[in-house]
C-alpha cells in the first residue's frame, strides 16, 4: 500500500503527487508519441480523432464539471473555431500557428459576450438557452453564405509548419504529432489553472454559489472567465476539426454534437481532466465497435449487412442511462475505485464507496 505524505499545503496544488505518479504520465506521452511507428494509418486517423475530441471534452468540462454551469451549445463553439481558423488561413493568408491561435481568442471573446446575458439564468434555463445557440449558429453558417459557404461549406487548407506539411490523408503520423502537442499543452494550461485561485473559485461556484459570494468570489466575473476559457479550448478542437474532416458545412456542427460533447464528459467522469480523455475514447471508438459487430453478426448470419437507423444514437444513449444509474461518476470514477481498493486491500470498508444522498437546500434549481 502507498501512501503519499503531505507536509506542506503546497502538496494539495502540485503538478503532480508524487515522483511516481510523474513517471506514469511520463511513460503514457512516450507511448503516445511512439504510436504511429506501430499503428496504421486507419488506426492513427483514429486515434487523432479521439485527441480532438478530447480538447472538445476539455473544454466543456472546464465550463461544466468544473465551474459547474451546463451547456447544450457547446457545438457552436466549435463550429464558430473552425469557420474563423479557415477563413482566416484561405482568405487573410496568415500561416497556420498564427491562425489556429487567433481563431480560439475569437472564439473566446465570443463566449463572453455570450456569457454576459446567459449567465442570468440557472440550471435547466441555463441548458435550453445554449441549445438555443447552437440552432442559431447553424442558420447563421447558412445565411453568411459568402464567408462560410453556406450549405457547400468550406475546405480547410493545408497545415504547414517549418516547411513542413501536416494533413490528415497525405502524412497522418505529423497531422497525428501536431494534434498530440496541443492536447499536452492544454492539459497543462488546463491543470495550472485548476490550481490557481481562479480555478479553486471555478469549484467552489460549482459546490455552491452562495456559499462562493460569501467567501468573496464574485460569481459574475468568475462564470464569465469559466465561458471565456471553455470556448477558448473548444474553438482550437474545432480548429483541428476542421483540418480532420477536410470538408465541413454546418451539418458537421448539429445540436447532435453538443448532446454528444456532454454525453461524453458525463461517461468519462464528470469534474476531472481525465474524465475529457475517457469519454473520447468511448466516443471514439463506439462507431468503430457497431461496424465491427455488424461485420461480424453478418458473416455468421451469411446474409447481407442490414443498416439499422439509429442504432448508435440508441447505443450511446444506453450507455448513458447504465452510468447513471450505476456509476455516476463515470469511467475515471470507476477505475479510482478499483485503484483504491487494491491500494487499501485488505484493510478496505465494504461501505467504502457507498454513494452519499445528500444536496444543498440553498442550490435548488432556480
Given amino acids: 500500500m502507498r501512501v503519499s505524505f503531505k507536509t506542506s499545503y503546497n502538496h494539495d496544488i502540485r503538478l503532480f503527487a508524487d515522483g511516481y505518479q510523474a513517471s506514469r504520465y511520463a511513460a503514457l506521452v512516450v507511448l503516445a508519441v511512439g504510436l504511429p511507428f506501430v499503428l496504421d494509418d486507419f488506426l492513427i486517423g483514429e486515434v487523432t480523432g479521439v485527441l480532438i475530441w478530447a480538447i472538445a471534452g476539455m473544454g466543456l468540462m472546464l465550463l461544466t464539471g468544473h465551474a459547474g454551469q451546463v451547456s447544450l451549445g457547446h457545438a457552436a463553439f466549435l463550429a464558430v473555431g473552425c469557420y474563423a481558423h479557415a477563413i482566416l488561413m484561405d482568405r487573410f493568408g496568415l500561416p497556420f500557428l498564427a491562425s489556429f491561435a487567433l481563431a480560439g481568442v475569437l472564439t473566446g471573446i465570443v463566449g463572453v459576450l455570450i456569457a454576459i446575458p446567459v449567465f442570468r439564468l440557472h440550471g435547466i434555463y441555463l441548458a435550453i438557452a445554449t441549445l438555443a445557440l447552437s440552432m442559431l449558429v447553424e442558420d447563421i453558417i447558412v445565411l453568411a453564405e459568402p464567408w462560410t459557404g453556406g450549405v457547400i461549406g468550406l475546405t480547410a487548407p493545408t497545415i504547414t509548419i517549418g516547411g513542413i506539411d501536416m494533413d490528415r490523408f497525405g502524412s497522418p503520423d505529423r497531422f497525428y504529432w501536431l494534434c498530440l502537442a496541443v492536447v499536452l499543452l492544454i492539459t497543462l494550461g488546463y491543470r495550472n489553472i485548476l490550481r490557481a485561485p481562479l480555478g479553486r473559485a471555478f469549484v467552489a461556484i460549482r459546490d455552491s454559489e452562495v456559499s462562493a459570494q460569501a467567501m468573496g468570489v464574485r460569481l459574475a466575473w468568475t462564470k464569465a472567465a469559466a465561458f471565456g476559457l471553455s470556448c477558448l479550448i473548444t474553438g482550437w478542437a ?25 454525453l461524453m464528459i458525463v461517461i468519462g467522469g464528470i469534474g476531472s481532466i481525465h474524465g475529457a480523455f475517457y469519454g473520447a475514447l468511448v466516443v471514439g471508438m463506439i462507431p468503430q465497435a457497431i ?37 455516476p461518476q463515470g469511467v475515471h470514477g470507476r477505475i479510482t475505485k478499483w485503484r483504491i481498493y487494491f491500494e487499501l486491500f485488505p484493510f478496505y470498508r465494504r461501505d467504502l464507496f457507498r454513494r452519499q444522498r445528500s444536496y444543498l437546500k440553498t442550490e435548488r434549481i432556480r
Fill in 238 to 262: 474545432g480548429a483541428l476539426l476542421g483540418h480532420f474532416f477536410y470538408t465541413f458545412n454546418h451539418e458537421v456542427f448539429t445540436v447532435v454534437v453538443s448532446i454528444q460533447l456532454l
Fill in 291 to 327: 461496424n465491427i459487430g455488424r461485420d461480424w453478426i453478418t458473416q455468421v448470419i451469411g446474409t447481407g449487412g442490414v443498416a439499422i437507423p439509429g442504432l448508435e444514437t440508441g447505443v450511446f444513449g444506453l450507455i448513458l442511462v447504465l452510468f447513471i444509474l450505476f456509476e
